[in-house]
Structures are given as C-alpha cells and as structure tokens.
C-alpha cells in the first residue's frame, strides 16, 4: 500500500497524540515520523489487536481494577470498531504511529475518558508479541490450507499415473526407472513436511504473552491466565522478560517458509526442465505460460521460473529477521519493530506461490510417450541386472562388476541398452544369466518389481496415495484454530 504523507501534526494533535507523548514539551520532527511510524506494515493485525483489548478489558473490569461498567464501554466499543473496520465505514487512519495507536485513540473518540482505561496493566512491548501470536494463529492455518490444496492437486493427477513410466535421475544422469506418480507423490511428501513444520511452529506459540508488561510484569492484579483462556490460548508464557524479547516465532515461521519455497522452487526447476522441447515431458497451459516480444513461436514458462526467482526473497526475509536478533540485549529494542515486514513478505510471497504453482500444474497436459521413451537407453536398468544376480545366489558387489560389465560391452557395440546384447554376449559377463533376464529389466518390470516402501511400483504409489489423501482428510482446515 502506498504511503499517504504525514504531516508534522499527526501524532501530537488531541485525536493522535503518541502514547508515549507525555513525557515530552514539543511533538516530533515530521520526518521522524514517517521514518519510524509502523502502521503502514502492522494495519493488517487490526481485527488482531482489537481481539486482545477486547479480552484484556474484560479481565479489567472482572478484576476490579476498572469498573464493569468501563469494561463494557470499552468491549463495546471496540466491537464497534471491528464492525466498521470490516464493513468498511471505518478507515484506517495513516497518520496513526500504529495500530495500537489508532484503535486506542478511535475508541477513546467514541467512548471518552473510559477508552484511556483500555491500556491499564498492559505495553505495547505484550500487546505487539500478542497481536503477533493472535495473527500468526489466525493466517497459518489457511496457509497451511493451500499446502493441502497442493497435495490434493498432486495426488489426483498421480492416481492417472500410477503406470506411466518416467526415469529417475541422479546426477541429471539416467538412473533408475519410475512413474510420473512416484515423482508427483515426492512432491507432495515434501508439502506434507511444510504442513507438518508449521503445525509444530503454531504449537509454539499457544501461549499468551499479554499481562508481561514492558518487561516485569505488573503490579497491578492482572489474571493473565483468564485472557489467555479467552483468547484461545494453552496457557501463558512462564517469564516476563523472555515473553517481550522473544522473536523467535517470526524466525520459525519465516524458516518455515523458506523451506515451503525451497520445495517449490526444485518442483519448479524441475517443471522448466520437463517443459523443454528436449525433455517434454509436460505441456503448460496457454494460461500460465508467456510468449516471447520478439520470437514468436516461444511458449515460456515464465511463472515457473518467476516462483523459483522468488526463493532469494523469502530466504532473504529470513536472514533480515536472523540479524536483527542477533546482537540485542533484552529486552525490548526498537529494532524488533522491524520484524514484522519481512515476516509478512515471505508469508505473502509463499502464499501467492502456492495458489499459482497449483493452478499451474493442475492445468498441465502430461506427455506419457515422452515419459516413457526416457526410460529407454541410458543403461537404467543397470542396477536390475545386478539384482537379478543377486537372487541366483551371486554377492552384490560381484553382481555390480558384471552389470557394468554387460554395461561397458554394449557401448563398445554402439548400443545404448543392454537387453539389446545378445545372450551369449551377457553370458560371457556371467553364466547365471539366462534368457530370461530380457523379460525381468525392461521398464515396466524394473518398475514394477519395485515393492519395498516407498517405491514406484502401483501397489506401492496407491499406499501413499491413500495415506496423502487420509492426511488431507484429517487436516483440512475447519475453522477450528484460533
């Protein structure tokens, strides 16, 4: 969102004075203003923070430490400004130093002399790390949502595949023979791992940290555990100090999401590759490719490549987020101020990613000749032959030397397969070979006699298909997190 200007009067004028103004004869500098006010960043924790005052005055008035009376003024209010702020007949105030800022000062508007009551017993050192938790709790979980959107797209799109065969590589070397699903289905173990990582971040995060204070608690009779209660929380954070210095969720969930990124990145360096004419092995939709200004038979696959170019800012984010750390004393540093950017920018890059990247290969046209046909030459079924001596009794090490043996006799024929070598040929690698090695290493049977765990074969990909599509079962977003 573009900066609206700020005029020097902002953040000393009766309706936006800042809250720490009192201390001070004379207002800021104008441009000290806008070099420190956070509102443009922190605006979209508003439901957020207003959350919070809501069951941090509740607990106020239940206390006794401000009346029942100005407990419901404030709630009231405040429920008012969530109602305008969503519906749109309340606007964000730019002029605000931030968030806080402006709902105190809206509501104080609204309700007089009781709004100044709201911030009782509370910082903004607790209420900042609050509102953080509070959104970070409310977003992930839709995040977390698209992954299993992706996993979704991914296992449909294998169960039409589970047969259609597609080297692996190593090396970018051919390596063994698969199937397109095998290779989808990876992609998407890698997602359930996102999904998973931010399971667990969330989970770090259950406690409240409200009612810390600026760094030493209060004296006041807070019941923090009651606003924990009230806003969903496991409990409350066990040191004060600790609840107002620690960033280190932002780090989590930023590491999270570079991860994600990473994931998507390699699925998109593999879709270029996949989509040249050398590899062809995939076909992107007209929708979410782009043509060339001045070669016009070219059909890019730029947003593909726009997702990988886009990792270097998320990981970026993270390292902006790791050196702001590193070297604070606790506890509050107005450097910590400066997590919240780069937080939100990997979340919104990984997010916009995730919806495009889905869109993308869930329109894609796959190849299956093409597929195929990479399975033929390349000796990938090198490590086959070997296997199949190992069963007639032969140790493996043995078995290797003879397949390669069988390996380098064919390229010294000129031939690129090694079941194109004639039996007597194979049975001078070895006399344990017979004639019916030819039907044990083509394609299919390499593929298909793959029945450990994990492996290619169809029975194998359906177990992980049911197991993919039970998790997204399981963990599709309900409504039911905070």
Sequence with gaps: MEKQSTEHGALTGDNHKALWSGRFAEGPDAAAVEFETSIYVDERMALDD?????????????????????????????????????????SIDYSAEDIHSFIEATLTDRIGEAGKKLHTGRSRNDQIALDERLYLRRVIPLLQDEIITLIEALVSIAKNHTHTLLTGYTHMQHAQPGTLAQHLLAWAFMLERDWSRLEGSLDRISKSPLGSGALQGSTLPLNREAVAEALGFDG??????????????????????????????????????WSTTEFHFVDLSEKWSTGSSIMPQKKNPDFAELIRGRTGKVYGDLINLLTMVKGLPLAYDR??????????????????????FTAMVSSARWNVPAMAESCEGG?????????????????????????????????????????????????????????????????????????????????????????LMDFCSKHRFSGQKN
Aim: with cysteine; net charge negative; hydrophobic share 35%.
């Design 236 to 273: 409350v954070t066990d040191n004060s100090l600790d609840s107002v210095s620690d960033r280190d969720y932002c780090i989590e969930f930023t590491s999270d999401f570079s991860m994600l990124q990473a994931h998507l990145s390699r699925m998109c360096e593999e879709i270029v590759l």
């Design 50 to 90: 207003i959350h919070g005052s809501i069951a941090h005055a509740s607990m106020l008035g239940e206390q006794g430490i401000i009346s029942k009376d100005e407990s419901v003024q404030i709630v009231t209010g405040l429920k008012q400004i969530e109602k305008d702020l969503e519906n749109g007949s309340l």
């Design 335 to 356: 450097d910590m101020q400066e997590d919240k950017e780069p937080l939100f920018d990997a979340l919104d890059t990984v997010e916009a990613n995730l919806k495009v």
């Design 379 to 467: 000796f990938a079924n090198a490590t086959d032959v070997a296997e199949y001596l190992v069963r007639k009794g032969m140790p493996f090490r043995t078995a290797h030397g003879v397949a390669a043996s069988a390996v380098r006799h064919a390229i010294d024929a000129g031939l690129s397969r090694i079941e194109d070598l004639d039996i007597g040929v194979l049975k001078e690698c070895s006399p344990l070979i017979e004639n019916d090695i030819y039907d044990k290493i083509t394609p299919a049977a390499c593929m298909e006699n793959r029945k450990t765990t994990g492996g290619p074969s169809p029975y194998c990909t359906d177990v992980q298909i049911k197991k």
